[in-house]
């Protein structure tokens, strides 16, 4: 059985290629729901419906185990499709999101002001403070800033202006006197800004991006669920599924996963 990982788009392929970097053996499965994105301004019901789709294709190529890569997904839909859907259909088999490991990176962290840049649907939900409320010890306080400009900016291409529109508001930030210990990238499209932000603002503050901090979290969670990890295949396949082919997309991806993946609906 393969390890499924599910995004609004192709930003989780991002964090494919993360996992895949630190555990090749296993064999994967992803769903990027590129007909329906962006998931970010959506409604909650939506969102839900769409991602059950999502879940249950995975499901049914056989995957045991799924991320949901997609914050915005994970914020309006992981607790109930773990509540309500998984029991009555899929009893035997996980699924997991990607907000609660970095809350807990930035609690390991001890970081105290944390700035969270996400979509307006992440940002509404409020999920990163709850589950940051229901652990934290050291009394870090997250501030939320949505940024719903930045997926179409990477989509297009323009890294440079997404990283801009960022780092404008840490800029705003800094200037007056704020404190910031970290910054939180709470969406996969903007694993690709990660780097240039760290270059541009060195040691000021850390940077939280999933590609950086999901494939630890899922290697701990195999060695801890070994009922799990056993009935994972190891032929080390990969296989994309989009919603929606567009001709550009093999460039892109190819381009991203530096030729390693083809995508086959
Ligand atoms: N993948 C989504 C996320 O991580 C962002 C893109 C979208 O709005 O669908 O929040």
Redesign the pocket.
């Known amino acids: 059985m393969k390890i499924g990982l599910f995004?609004?788009?192709l930003?989780?392929l991002l964090i494919l290629k993360a996992v895949t970097s630190k555990l090749p053996w296993y064999d994967y499965e992803y769903y990027g729901d590129t007909q329906h994105?962006?998931?970010?301004d959506k409604t909650e019901a939506e969102i839900y419906r769409l991602t059950k789709q999502g879940i249950q294709h995975l499901f049914e190529r056989d995957c045991v185990l799924i991320i949901i890569a997609?914050?915005?997904a994970s914020a309006e839909t992981l607790r109930r499709l773990q509540d309500e859907f998984l029991p009555e259909y899929y009893p035997h088999r996980r699924i997991l999101g990607v907000i609660v490991p970095v809350v807990e990176e930035v609690i390991d962290s001890a970081c105290k002001k944390v700035l969270l840049f996400?979509?307006k649907r992440?940002v509404s939900s409020g999920k990163y403070h709850l589950e940051l409320g229901k652990r934290n010890e050291i009394d870090t306080k997250i501030e939320s800033i949505a940024t719903p400009k930045v997926?179409p900016l990477i989509e297009e291409g323009k890294i440079g202006e997404a990283v801009s529109h960022i780092a404008t508001h840490i800029d705003k930030k800094l200037a007056t006197g704020e404190r910031i210990d970290g910054v939180i990238l709470g969406?996969?499209?903007y694993v690709l800004l990660a780097d240039a932000l760290q270059e541009r603002f060195g040691s000021t503050f850390s940077i939280f991006s999933q590609h950086r901090i999901i494939p630890n979290k899922l290697d701990t969670y195999l060695q801890r669920h070994p009922e799990i990890e056993a009935r994972l295949t190891r032929q080390g396949r990969r296989n994309i599924f989009l919603t929606e082919h567009r001709s550009d997309y093999d460039r892109y991806i190819a381009t991203l996963l530096e030729g390693h993946f083809v995508a086959s609906n």
């Not at 994105?37 to 970010?40: A, F, I, K, T, V």
């Open positions: 995004d609004s788009g930003g989780g994105l962006p998931y970010g997609c914050n915005t996400a979509t992440t997926v969406c996969t499209h």
